[in-house]
């Protein structure tokens, strides 16, 4: 296992060592500068400024250099921000985002699960189709719907939560629900599908047979053999939410990092851009990781490292 | 053992989060019942908690609470380039002179009115004893030499520093350039109190340009202790301004949210009613919208589709901008060297539709190359653009004359031309009801065209890479020259290959024999503009205008043409 883990580790460095390199040189290829008022200012003058920023010398000589700061951990000055660093940015909207990220993966995939196994219980009853409805709306509806409903309904409407900001709990609830609302949706999809399919087989029937109580043979034996392509799609959950965050935290106005990625976008903020992207890139690889290891602990049958233990 | 203790904390979990969220994924509805029975208790307190601003606004206490649609980008005054910064610059620092409600310099940090030379070149400024820094010391006239020194010297890398004072100080262009030391530029502290100015030539628009967040003055001790650190957050920052800058840190906790505080220490501060101006970023309309529905801000910015819903109502205020925006026709190209295909092109869009349905924000028609509301005539107190009226009208059917006899000079029946344009919502909209217009009204025209992002607009400008560019210009001080200079032969910012020899001499002799005699100056403004636009060099095709929500008693909000968006020194709430 520790080796896997380490070997695993290993391909994580390598893989973003790739992207680092192809974000840079896709990002070179665009066109975006410190300059503010570039069309205001004479040639001799921009060079001045780019200067600065280390961007007059060629582009392999930027590129070994932005490599040597990254490896000490430094990813530059913002373009936009001026003399701020941008590990400094980033580093304290990061927990803004986990936080809410973590908020919507666990009720999202919770209510998602309940939801799922109450469907495959009841199956064909209202129940399920309730839970069914439910969930086709959460996956057809893109999450900032929700949230603007939310925040005028709840928000202005009824005045029962704050609009927007970040701080106390009461502000993190809508935009937790809002962001939520599509992993619930995945979550009781699956739940309800692999459930159904887990109850009708024969192990359950032999549980039942030995005269085990309808209480353990749905959660000991359904639900943990059901749970493992659940696991396969939080991987890419967690990652649909980082997605989710860019839009969610612009409309609840969180100074998260999503937030943070959509102005640097907007601004041409070339180290911002960087920052994130590699963020983000780490953040995928390793949720990746984490769902392959998680395999094994729910799964004895699947073995890591080529089964060699 | 241990696999049943995990299934145990799971369901544990599970079972606790079906009562605080399982409603809440049914619908909208049902989620918000739920809500309130989870926080009813807290709730009273949470409102207490933040909306101190809420009450505020009934109360007529004088908290001002407002939104901004970016993070302040830099509060360092060398280095400062957009609105953003240069509002809360010019609320926390004050220069040797701020604007008034008429867009007229009166004395900040100065004592009175500057000396001025004969020959115009030679300012000394006295200024007040009792300006002091947040930190205690007094506010003197090294502090401006210092700041000064600091936005031309190439090692800073400012971007306004030049763009500012090359050609206005003497010197500048000079150390900007390395040819000259950075103690040679012309500004000199004769005394504590007393600075001595000397110009490069006698820039008649100097007084108001002192204005500018550029000339800011800059505690010497305070920076240079700072180092590189300087200006990374309220920490940072010395304040000699009507309020102080609190709370602000672009890498805190809250980096979307800060305060303008009233500073106690202002050599003013009897003047100033509002007590603190709390700021947050919130970059969707609709969350503003609902933000200031429910009462939390004072002003929020609408954009185009709200500006219909609220138009009319005591809480939507539209204030015009100097900003104008035009077609500029690109006269390397045969067609557009033609004056009639010119004429054609900038007579043919409908401006008032325009405005009306494509912009809906309260923007005004151009039909000039100055706008309105921007300066007024040294003698006769009227506005440039009342003086000239209206030059380059749409009137299609004399575009549709001015299409054929340019198409007959040509010795053709049908022109293909670019359209290079932003790719933002409104540019695209726009240009695509601009082609619309010109296609629809000129036969044989075909227009196409592209969207690209800013920087790529600007270097095929730089390049001059397009037949017409869909573009605007906002000043850089209150004169008429700002508008105009640009479009001469010689100007870096001439792309468009337009030359008139005419326009050229009524520029050249303003900013030369004429420095220094005001009236006869704005008169040769007055005709370059006549010239520019007989010669139908840049279509032009409105002036914009910003639309608020604004809570109706926030009074004495002053809005300047140039430099910080609004002044809140003297404001106050009914």
Redesign the interface.
């Known amino acids: 296992m520790a080796k896997y883990i380490l070997q695993r580790l290993g391909y994580m460095v390598v893989t973003l060592y790739l992207i680092a390199t192809f974000s840079f040189f896709l990002m070179k290829m665009l ?3 410190p ?8 040639e ?2 921009q060079l ?2 780019l ?2 920023y280390g961007l007059n010398d060629p582009v392999p000589v930027q590129y070994i250099k932005y490599i040597g700061d990254l490896l000490q951990g430094d990813l530059g000055i913002s373009f ?6 941008v590990t ?2 980033l ?3 990061i927990p803004i985002s986990a936080q809410l990220g973590l908020y919507a993966l ?2 999202g995939t ?2 998602g ?3 799922g196994i109450a469907a495959a219980i009841k199956n064909n009853s209202w129940v399920d189709y ?1 839970a069914n409805f ?1 969930s086709v709306i ?1 996956i057809s509806i893109p999450s900032f719907i ?1 949230a ?9 409407e ?11 709990w ?1 502000q993190a ?1 809508m935009p937790t ?1 809002a962001l ?2 599509f992993p ?1 949706a995945i979550a009781a999809r699956f739940m309800r599908t692999e459930m159904i399919e887990v109850l009708g087989s024969d192990f359950i029937v032999t549980a039942r047979a030995k005269g085990l109580n309808e209480t353990a043979v749905l ?2 034996h359904g ?2 053999n059901a749970l493992i392509p659940l696991v396969t799609v939080m991987g890419p959950m967690a990652v649909s939410l980082m997605t989710g965050t860019l839009v969610i935290e ?4 969180i ?1 998260g990092i999503g ?1 943070q990625f ?2 640097s976008v907007m601004t ?1 903020d070339f180290s911002v851009i960087m920052g994130t992207t590699l963020f983000f890139a780490f953040f995928f690889v390793f949720i990746i990781l984490i769902v392959d290891v998680l395999y094994g602990i729910i799964d004895p049958r699947i073995r890591l490292a080529g089964g060699k233990d | 053992m241990r696999k049943k203790n995990w ?1 145990l904390v799971v ?1 544990v ?2 079972l606790s ?2 009562v ?3 409603g ?3 619908t ?2 049902e ?2 019942n739920n ?2 029975g989870n ?1 009813e208790g ?2 009273t307190e ?1 409102n207490n ?2 909306g101190n601003e809420n009450a505020a606004a009934s109360d007529s206490e004088q908290v001002l609470n407002i939104t901004e649609a ?2 302040i ?2 509060m ?1 005054s060398s ?1 400062a ?2 609105a953003v910064a240069f509002q809360f610059l010019g609320e926390s620092m004050e220069g040797l002179y701020r604007l008034d409600e008429n867009a007229l310099p009166i004395p900040g940090i100065a004592d009175g009115e500057p000396e001025v030379s004969e020959d115009g070149l030679t300012w000394t400024i006295q200024l007040k004893e009792d300006a002091v820094w947040s930190n205690g010391d007094p506010v003197t006239a090294n502090d401006f030499v210092f700041a000064w020194r600091r936005a031309v010297d ?1 090692d800073t ?4 520093g ?2 500012m004072m090359n050609d206005v100080i003497a010197n500048a262009t000079e150390i ?2 390395g040819e000259a030391e950075l103690e040679e530029l012309g500004v000199e502290a004769l005394s504590d109190t007393e600075l001595e100015i000397t110009l490069a030539k006698p820039i008649p628009y100097f007084h108001s340009l002192l204005t500018f967040g550029t000339f800011l003055p800059l505690n010497e001790s305070f920076v240079t202790e700072q180092g ?1 650190d300087y ?2 957050s309220t920490e940072n920052l010395l304040f000699n301004g009507p309020f102080t800058l609190e709370n602000w840190d ?8 800060w305060s303008l505080v009233k500073n106690t220490n202002y050599w003013d501060a009897e003047t100033v009613q509002l007590e603190e101006v709390n700021v ?5 309309t ?2 503003g919208v ?2 200031y ?2 009462g ?1 801000v004072d002003r929020h910015p609408l954009s185009a589709e709200y500006v219909e819903q609220y138009a009319g109502t005591e809480d939507f205020r539209s204030l015009p901008e100097p900003t104008l925006f035009y077609l500029k026709m690109n006269q390397g190209t045969e067609a557009l060297a033609n004056q009639d295909i010119r004429k054609a092109i900038a007579m043919s869009v409908n401006k008032q539709d325009l405005v009306d349905v494509i912009l809906a924000n309260g923007s005004v028609v151009s039909n000039g190359a100055v706008p309105e509301d921007f300066t007024m005539h040294p003698e006769t107190e009227e506005d440039f653009r009342v003086i000239n009226g209206d030059l380059l009208t749409a009137d299609q059917e004399a575009a549709k004359e001015h299409w054929q006899a340019g198409l007959d000079a040509l010795g053709v029946d049908s022109l293909e031309l670019g359209l290079l344009g932003g790719d933002t919502e409104v540019a695209t909209e726009m240009d695509a009801y601009i082609k619309n217009q010109l296609e629809g009204n000129l036969e044989g025209l075909t227009v196409n065209v592209s969207s690209v ?1 800013f ?2 607009r ?2 095929r ?1 730089e390049a001059s890479d397009y037949d017409i560019q869909s573009s605007g210009w906002g000043p ?1 001080y209150l004169d008429p020259n700002t508008w105009l200079e640009m479009w001469t032969t010689e100007s ?2 001439m792309t468009m290959n337009y030359s008139n020899e005419d326009f050229d001499a009524l520029i050249n002799e303003a900013n030369n024999e004429l420095l220094t005699e005001p009236v006869e100056r704005y008169d040769n403004f007055l005709e370059a503009e006549k010239v520019l636009m007989e010669d139908a060099a840049i279509a032009p095709l409105y002036q914009r205008a910003r639309a608020y929500l604004w809570r109706p008693d926030v009074q004495g909000v002053v809005f300047n043409p140039m430099g910080a968006d609004f002044s809140y020194k003297w404001a106050y709430i009914e």
């Open positions: 066109p975006g500068s300059l503010r008022a570039k069309e205001k200012l004479s001799a003058q001045i400024v200067e600065k936009q921000m001026k003399n701020q660093a400094d940015i580093l304290n909207r666990l009720i919770t209510v699960m309940l939801l309730s439910v959460g929700f603007g409903l939310l925040q005028y309904y709840v928000g202005v009824l005045g029962l939560l704050p609009i927007a900001f970040w701080g106390t009461q609830i629900i939520a609302i619930m959660f000991k639900l943990r612009q409309i609840f106005s100074p937030e959509v102005t041409d | 299934f369901l979990l599970m989060l079906v605080a969220a399982c809440g994924n049914n909208g509805n989620g918000t809500a309130e926080t807290n709730n949470a908690a933040e970016s993070q980008p830099t360092d280095m380039t957009d190439p890398g400012s971007e306004y030049p763009f900007n350039n590189d200006a990374l672009p890498t805190g906790e809250d980096p979307e949210q947050s970023v919130v970059k969707e609709s969350t609902n933000l529905t429910n939390e992002p920087e790529e600007i270097a400008d850089d870096p910012y």
